[in-house]
């Protein structure tokens, strides 16, 4: 099979019909083969009835159901694991995302061998209190992280099969999917202008504290990323610097006091003094950071993917 489509959506009964439509219509115009997989995350409408019926009428149609609502990651990771296509093409369910733009995509994908490829909406219909904050986001994401691209939370991607068979998607991750898939050792990370259309149906399902915990799970990401495997690195260090600098204030005022003692000038007790107690806190921090990194080290060399590495081929 040529193309997987995978679909997320929460309460969008609306927009089903009208969205599987679209995409029949664009690709009946070519010669791939197809499947469109929705993933019902939950909903509360006739959102599943509508994938059901659209599944007995269409055989390219396949439907996932949760008891209840796990969020956009749990739904991606699903409907990864249930993809059959080459390439994989994620978008949301709302018609804010085009599915004119799925040919072009698989082609960079197929054809120009991107391991993933990031839709860009450039020209956004989205009011100002959402725009804003996202190219804040995407600005810091892009600089922290090293990957140049625009939008890192348009749903609308593609990616290699082995790309999406190597990455686990859990949280609210779906938003760092490239860092992850960069981390997995996947280079070639691309990005389209798209088409960005209004919402036609319904509200959104996202509000401004998403852009809040999207900054807590960049840091997440980036730990997990940098020192999930070392966490000794990160924890030891921060810990030992701490450690030195804290002893060493304290050694400090304790010469400092011997020298004033020897030439008889007036000096106050090393514990009378603010910067004792701020080098005894820098000291005492430095110890618990030295012994979450060794616990958090123990942890790490008893996880059961300890020694599990990512490998593209091999050659007899």
Not at 101 to 106: D, N
Not at 200 to 218: I, P, Q, S, W
Not at 253 to 277: C, G, M, N, S, T
Request: hydrophobic share 45%; net charge neutral; glycine share 8%.
């Amino acid at each position: 099979m040529h193309i997987s489509i995978v679909i997320p959506l929460l309460n969008e009964e609306e927009s089903l019909g009208e969205l599987f439509a679209w995409i029949k219509s664009t690709l009946e115009k070519t010669a791939w083969t197809y499947e469109v997989i929705f993933v019902d995350d939950g909903s509360r409408d006739s959102s599943w009835r509508v994938i059901q019926s659209l599944a007995e009428k269409n055989a390219e149609v396949k439907g996932i159901r949760f008891r209840r609502n796990h969020g956009k990651s749990a739904a991606l990771n699903e409907g990864f694991k249930a993809a059959q296509g080459d390439v994989v093409i994620t978008m949301d369910a709302d018609m804010q995302d085009s599915p004119e733009e799925i040919p072009e995509l698989y082609k960079m994908i197929a054809e120009q061998g991107y391991d993933l490829v990031s839709g860009w909406k450039k020209k956004r219909h989205d009011p100002i209190s959402k725009t804003i904050p996202s190219k804040f986001f995407n600005g810091v994401t892009a600089s922290v992280t090293g990957i140049k691209l625009h939008d890192f939370n348009c749903g609308l991607k593609a990616y290699k099969k082995e790309v999406v068979q190597a990455v686990e998607i859990y949280g609210e991750m779906h938003r760092f999917i490239p860092v992850m898939v960069k981390k997995a050792g996947f280079e070639k990370i691309g990005e389209r202008v798209v088409q960005h259309s209004e919402r036609k149906f319904g509200t959104t399902k996202f509000g401004l504290e998403r852009f809040v915990n999207g900054f807590l799970d960049l840091l997440s990401i980036l730990f997990v990323t940098r020192f999930g495997k070392r966490p000794m690195h990160l924890f030891g260090t921060v810990g030992t610097i701490s450690f030195i600098v804290g002893f060493g204030i304290t050694l400090w005022l304790i010469a400092e006091k011997q020298y004033k003692i020897y030439h008889h000038i007036h000096v106050r007790d090393v514990v009378e003094q603010p910067l004792f107690y701020l080098a005894l806190l820098a000291v005492v921090v430095g110890v618990q950071l030295f012994l979450a990194g060794f616990l958090a080290e123990l942890v790490s060399r008893s996880a059961p993917d300890r020694n599990h590495y990512e490998i593209a081929e091999r050659a007899d």
